[in-house]
């Protein structure tokens, strides 16, 4: 019951029952479809519902149906914002995990459909060669 409860909050941006939901025991790594409850909030545009699913556990780096992390979908939704992808890369999303189906890291995508300031994020997160360290 609970676990349908938060697909439903989820979906339709209830925060309120998300953490009523959470708070009494259901899974943050629930499924919804072909990708998780992490996604969705991702691909909807939900930071405050993302940020409580990744405080309750949900792994920002679970693949969907797809093989898509949440921080790809967030770079693949038009309605995803900065403040999401910024959520999820603090939270140790990992940006060089490439799309299985293009072969394109989150760097690439950012710099092709997203934002210059999502760009940035994810140069920021990623981590710098040897040779490229400050000295």
């Known amino acids: ?3 349908s409860r938060l697909q439903h909050a989820v979906i339709f941006g209830d925060l309120d029952e998300v953490r009523r939901c959470l708070a009494n025991g259901a899974d943050p790594n629930g499924v919804l479809g072909v990708g ?13 519902i993302v940020e409580a699913l990744i405080s309750a556990g949900a792994d ?3 693949l969907d149906g797809d093989g898509i992390t949440p921080l790809l979908r967030a770079l693949f939704s038009a309605d995803s914002s900065p403040a999401v992808v910024r959520l999820l890369l603090d939270a140790g999303a990992a940006a060089s995990v490439p ?13 092709r459909a997203s934002t210059p300031e999502e760009a940035t994020l994810i140069r920021a997160a990623l981590p710098r060669p040897a040779d490229d360290a400050p000295r």
């Open 36 to 48: 998780s409850l992490l996604s969705t909030a991702v691909e909807f545009d939900r930071p405050a």
């Open 99 to 111: 799309d299985p189906n293009h072969g394109l890291t989150p760097l690439e995508w950012a710099a």
């Open 60 to 62: 920002v780096n679970e």
């Open 1 to 3: 019951m609970a676990a």
